[in-house]
């Protein structure tokens, strides 16, 4: 059974820094395109980080240059390294699979809540 759980989510203040893990189960880990996305109540889902099975990665705008994703096959754990926060990036945050071969993420954990105050 597939399994993703997210955790480090919580409250901190403008400029402060939070570490998201997230834990994943039940598929080929190693052979996954990974990604972190993140919501806010009345908008669309918007990917944050995406990390492929080599290694490569992508961010949005808006979070490169303060946000760090990586991956660890061997415990099957992804994780986002958040710097710099702004309140802007209040939302929950989740931590998605997707298949090589797959247009879509397949695979999604519950979120976490990120908070920052000002």
């Known amino acids: 059974q597939v399994h993703l759980a997210e955790s480090g989510g919580g409250s901190v203040q403008v400029g402060g820094s939070l570490r998201l893990s997230c834990l994943a189960s039940?598929?080929?880990?190693?052979?996954?395109?990974m990604g972190w996305f993140r919501q806010t109540p009345g908008k669309e889902r918007e990917v944050v980080a995406a990390?492929?099975?080599?290694?490569?990665?992508d961010y949005a705008d808006s979070v490169r240059g303060r946000f760090s994703i990586s991956r660890d096959n061997a415990r099957h754990t992804l994780d986002l390294q958040m710097n710099s926060l702004k309140p802007g990036d209040t939302a929950m945050y989740y931590c998605?699979?997707?298949?090589?071969?797959?247009?879509?993420?397949?695979?999604w954990g519950q979120g976490t809540q990120v908070t920052v105050s000002s």
């Open positions: 998605a699979a997707r298949h090589p071969f797959s247009y879509t993420y397949d695979y």
């Open positions: 990390v492929g099975s080599d290694g490569t990665t």
């Open positions: 039940g598929f080929t880990y190693s052979g996954y395109y």
